[in-house]
Structures are given as structure tokens and as C-alpha cells.
């Protein structure tokens, strides 16, 4: 601290232009002034004088020397090993993907999820929200999920019906235990309690992007149970009109390093969805191949990649980037209740195939409507209203950040846009 | 990371990292350390030699690395004392954010954070290890580039690229790009496996 020179400080230009002026270099030549000496030296009020000092000496306003602020305290290795290995992981519902990711999303972590439309990234996204409300005493981490809507592709009737599927499952878990305890948890998980843990953010820019997770660290502190954040998907408002590309790796740098703060400090996952491009290698001759958007620089921000694509009918997923797991490819489906890992005796009988194309997935959500429902418990049309307002709204001051369910009261038979 | 765990195994030296990328594994450590040979009941005091520390900003770098600095010339403890290598993990994560075109702000804060390093490096005997991303080439011959521009390729005493040769046989390579020791060129090739960063 005491050598280390002013200008490796982040001060404003005008600050470190005075500094200089008035001969002060390192850290050490303003320690044991007043502040009032200090303002009457540079010529600055007293309160930027003392916010100068707060900056250069980490926090304490007496300009001593102090010890290691609590943000940058390190720790050893073994205490971060005992921290890790009782981290929870948020499970997928399909055993391949969550063998690995290492037993799930990891809990601290960004992950990305990258594919082209239709191959299930806001399905995975809605199972992943809805698996991140499971008690812990089923294997989930009972937390609740933040999910922030670029593409305006969130539509609650279908996180309804995989949550109602879930439910299930969980009440067939409480059942083959036999324990009063699971009984009583699995009651209190049903439908209503899941919808009420997934808080919805909708976003209609880059800008609304950038608000959002200025004020997402309160909102946490708010809710601390939360431990899943969902951006579906962070490429829609960076692909298209920015003139400037040094501006757009900036501004996604910037994201990506809340996230990170985020994720480190409030210990809870991070999931991003991407889209696909094409890359075209005129000079070396090769052919033109499909990369993750946003380009290299955004590929070095994320701590885990999964890349999505199709062979042939079926769904793959695999692992590309992953600081501590091995490389892996798995296969997977969508199903009417989510995502699932692909059962060869079960046929495709139950399975949905979400078509790339729009069309067959409004046709879906029309026979949803109209079918006798005998999978879900409640019949939709009456309920609904209740559903939508059960799903918590986000407490944000700003006016235009809309809750992505009040939008619409009658149910969203626009498709889910997979891009 | 199997850097920093073969130090421990080989010396009684400590390490410290500085992770920007969210990219440290403990469990990862702990099983390279295993497949390499070590006990089970010897981990726990293999870890405790090592430090990690979450830096978000290259002004938290700055000051860890200033900190450590005047720990190790004051030789204020036996981890300290014992300190010998250095790893930054994402460089260009860190100083990206400031690189504008029109602000020298960036080329100000690489400047001090390789005075800093060189100090920790040159006065201290300790190894200083950075890791940098690659980006598209356009100009040359070569597909990629290390990313930062000419500023930082003068910072380094020494430069390795690594490159990945084929997806599916997962053999990966490593060339020396520049050297004060060695000629330049010289390729090894390596796996990715339990262990770390094995010979092939």
C-alpha cells in the first residue's frame, strides 16, 4: 500500500491530475494527513477528499495502513475444498446431464448452455428454475430462481406444467420413503409454492440488461433464498445494432464480471442461454462451421459450457469448457414434463419433439388448452388467474421493468420463440 | 492449477492464485494431487500451502498483489516466507474492461500491474505466471493471436501458446512463442487427463 502509486488507482482523471499537481505520488505520501489538510492541498471539498482517501487506502477513512479488507481475503485451498464439497448442485431431472455436470448445475458457478433454436435451452431453463425450489431433503438446494426474459419466450403454462410434473415426481419420492417428515415437505411442495419462488424479469434492451443487474445484488439480499439466475438469453440484444464492437465486448465484460460477483457471493448458480452463429473461414479453406455467438471473447467469460445440437432426431448435449470435469457428450429429450433423459424401452410415445419450426409449437400449446388434462391435477382455465398472480413480481423502481405474467391474462398461444 | 499443485508436491514451497475467470476447483486440485501419488492424510496440509483469492477487478489485483508484495519483503510469516510462485489466472479478463480507444487508461494500469509482477518477480525470486486468451488473427499468417495487443507481449520474459490439435483425440500443444533461454518454435505435446497436464 504504501508504495504503490497513485495513478494505478481507480480515480477519476480529474482527481489524479490534482494529485499530481500538488506532488503527492504513492500511497504512502498521504498517510497521516487530515482530510482537511488533504482538501486545502488539492483543492477539493472535504467529502471528496475523504472518498480519495477511502479509494487509495481500501475502505478506512484514517489513512493508516490496514490489514487485508475483507473482500480481498484470500483462503487456503483446504478451506475452499471443505466449502466446495458441501455445495449443493441443482439437479436437471436427467441423470446423464446432471452425471455431467458433475451432479448438476453447479452451485457458484456460470454456466452456458449454447444451441441453436429448438433444441430445449428455455426448456432446460424452466426445468432448472422450477428443480431450484426442490427441499434439500429430496435433493435440491430449496431455494428460489430469477429468470430474466430477453427474447419475451417465457410462458407460464408451460413452467406450470413442468412444475406440476415435478410435483409428481417428488410426491412419488415422499411416497417410496415412507417418512412423515418427506410426506409433510412434499406437501408443502405443490404448485402454487414453486410459482411463488420463481421471480420473473422481462428485459427489452441491452440497457435494461445492464439495470437489471445493478439492482439485482439488492434484490437478492432481499430474497436470500434465491439461488439460481437465469438470463434467456444473453445474445438476443448484443446481435443485432451495435455499431461498435469494442463497446459491445466491453459492456458483455462488464456482465459478465457481475455475474461472477454475484455468483461467488451469494453462492448460487448462474445459467446463461446462447444462440449459435456462423463461422466462415474463407482464407484456410475450411467449411463454414456453427461457434456460440458473441464471439472468443465472451467464450473465455463463462466457468462451464454446454453446447446443444442434433444427430439426427435425437437431442445432444456436450460438455466443452469445465475447469474440474471431464469432456462428455450425453443425450437427452424434451418431454411433456421437461426435460428427461432418453428412455429407449419407453418409446417416443410420450415425447414432444419441439420442432424448430414456430408452427408446431403453437399447435402444441392450442391442444394444451383444449385437451382433457388429465395429467395435471387442476384444469387450467379456471386457475389460471390465480397462477398468474401467484408468480411473484420483481421490486424494481424503475417503471418499465415489466413482470413478464401480468403482460397477458389470457393464456400465451404465441410459441415460445426457440432462437 | 496443475502447476500449482505439482509445487506443492515437489517442494515445501507456497503458491498463491489469483482467480478472475471463477475457474478454481478445490476438488479438481484435490484430485490431481491424488492421481499424482499423495496420501490421502497428506492433502490437507498440501492445500493449506495454497491460497486462492477471488479478484474481480484489476484494482483488486493490484492491491492483493501489492499486499503480497510488502509480506513477502517483510517476511511477515512462514507462508510468505515460503512464497514462490504467483499465478494470475485471466489476465485479459481484468484489464479488457478498460481498454478503450480513446482513454490510455488501459495501457496505464498494464504498465503497473507488469511492475508490480516484474517486482514480485525480480526481487523476490518468485515465478510470476499469467494466463492470457487468444482472439482472432485477421492480419497474419496464423489463425490466433494472444490477446492485449503489443503493450503486453513485452511484459512477459517468457510465452507458451496453447492449442487444442484435434477435438476428438483431446491432444493438445504448447509452443514456446518467445524465449530468452530457449529457441522459439520448440512444440510439446500434452494430455488433458486425472492428473492434470500429463506428457504424452
Not at chain 1, 488539492?42 to 477511502?54: D, K, N, Q, Y
Not at chain 1, 469448457?321 to 428412455?343: A, C
Not at chain 2, 484489476?58 to 498483489?65: T, V
Request: charged share 20%.
Amino acid at each position: 500500500m504504501m508504495q504503490r502509486a497513485l495513478s494505478s488507482f481507480p480515480l477519476s482523471a480529474s482527481q489524479q491530475s490534482k494529485l499530481a499537481l500538488a506532488g503527492f505520488e504513492t500511497a504512502g505520501d498521504l498517510k497521516g494527513m487530515r482530510i482537511a489538510d488533504i482538501s486545502s492541498e488539492l483543492g477539493v471539498t472535504p467529502s471528496e477528499a475523504l472518498e480519495i482517501v477511502r479509494v487509495v487506502t481500501g475502505g478506512q477513512g484514517d489513512g493508516t495502513d490496514t490489514a487485508t479488507p475483507p473482500l480481498h481475503a484470500g483462503q487456503s485451498v483446504l478451506a475452499l475444498l471443505q466449502e466446495e464439497e458441501s455445495r449443493g448442485s441443482i439437479v436437471t431431472f436427467c441423470a446423464k446431464l446432471d452425471e455431467m455436470l458433475g451432479g448438476g448445475l453447479p452451485l457458484g458457478k456460470i454456466t452456458e448452455v449454447c444451441g441453436a433454436p429448438g433444441l430445449g435451452k428455455t426448456q432446460l431453463s424452466f426445468q432448472l428454475c422450477v428443480d431450484a425450489c426442490i427441499p434439500e431433503a429430496f435433493g435440491g438446494v430449496t431455494g428460489e430462481a430469477v429468470y430474466i426474459d430477453t427474447e419475451g419466450s417465457f410462458v407460464v403454462q408451460r413452467l406450470a406444467e413442468i412444475a406440476q410434473a415435478a410435483k409428481q415426481h417428488i410426491d412419488g419420492l415422499a411416497e417410496a420413503s415412507d417418512d412423515p417428515e418427506m410426506w409433510r415437505l412434499a406437501s408443502e411442495f405443490t404448485l402454487d409454492h414453486i410459482l411463488s419462488r420463481i421471480h420473473c424479469y422481462r428485459s427489452h434492451s441491452y440497457l435494461d440488461l445492464v439495470a437489471i443487474m445493478n439492482v439485482l445484488p439488492e434484490f437478492i439480499k432481499a430474497h436470500p433464498q434465491v439461488k439460481l439466475v437465469v438470463i434467456d438469453s444473453i445474445a438476443a440484444h448484443f446481435r443485432h445494432g451495435f455499431e461498435c464492437m469494442s463497446l459491445r465486448n466491453r459492456i458483455l465484460g462488464g456482465l459478465s464480471q457481475s455475474l461472477i460477483i454475484i455468483a461467488t457471493r451469494f453462492k448460487l448458480a448462474v445459467l446463461l442461454t446462447n444462440q449459435m452463429t456462423t463461422r466462415v473461414n474463407h482464407k484456410f479453406g475450411k467449411p463454414a462451421q456453427l461457434v456460440p455467438a458473441l464471439g472468443d471473447s465472451w467464450g473465455h467469460s463463462c466457468t462451464l459450457r454446454v453446447i446443444l445440437n442434433w444427430n439426427g432426431s435425437r437431442r445432444f448435449a456436450s460438455l466443452v469448457k469445465s475447469p474440474s470435469l471431464k469432456e462428455d457428450v450425453v443425450s437427452y429429450q424434451i418431454t411433456r414434463s421437461g426435460v428427461r433423459d432418453v428412455d429407449p424401452s419407453l418409446g417416443n410415445s410420450d415425447a414432444l419433439n419441439v420442432a424448430s419450426s414456430q408452427g408446431d409449437v403453437s399447435s402444441h400449446l392450442e391442444d394444451l388448452d383444449n385437451d382433457d388434462v388429465t395429467q395435471l391435477d387442476e384444469p387450467w382455465e379456471e386457475e389460471e388467474e390465480e397462477r398468474l398472480n401467484m408468480v411473484s413480481t420483481s421490486v424494481v423502481p424503475s417503471g418499465h421493468m415489466l413482470d413478464g405474467i401480468r403482460r397477458s391474462k389470457r393464456p400465451c398461444l404465441s410459441p415460445p420463440s426457440e432462437q | 492449477m496443475t502447476m500449482a499443485m505439482q509445487v506443492i508436491t515437489d517442494t515445501k514451497f507456497s503458491v498463491v492464485y489469483l482467480d478472475s475467470t471463477n475457474g478454481f476447483s478445490a476438488c479438481r486440485c484435490k484430485e490431481i494431487l491424488l492421481s499424482r501419488g499423495t496420501q490421502e492424510k497428506d492433502v490437507a496440509d498440501m492445500l493449506r500451502r495454497a491460497r486462492v483469492y477471488n479478484v474481480h477487478t484489476l484494482f483488486d489485483a493490484l492491491s492483493i498483489l501489492t499486499l503480497l508484495t510488502e509480506n513477502v519483503a517483510r517476511q511477515s510469516d512462514s507462508y510468505h516466507s515460503a512464497l514462490r510462485l504467483v499465478i494470475l489466472d485471466g489476465v485479459s479478463t481484468l484489464i479488457a474492461p478498460l481498454l478503450d480507444a480513446k482513454q490510455s487508461q488501459g495501457h496505464a494500469m498494464m504498465s503497473h500491474l507488469a511492475a508490480i509482477l516484474k517486482s514480485l518477480a525480480l526481487d523476490h525470486s518468485i515465478a510470476a505466471v499469467c494466463t492470457n486468451s487468444m482472439v482472432s488473427d485477421i492480419s497474419s499468417s496464423s489463425l490466433l493471436k494472444p490477446a492485449l495487443g503489443k503493450t503486453w507481449s513485452h511484459v512477459p520474459h517468457c510465452r507458451v501458446a496453447l492449442e487444442r490439435t484435434c477435438t476428438t483425440s483431446g491432444l493438445h500443444v504448447a509452443t514456446l512463442l518467445k524465449s530468452s533461454r530457449q529457441p522459439t518454435g520448440i512444440a510439446v505435446s500434452f494430455l488433458i487427463n486425472q492428473k492434470g497436464l500429463d506428457s504424452t
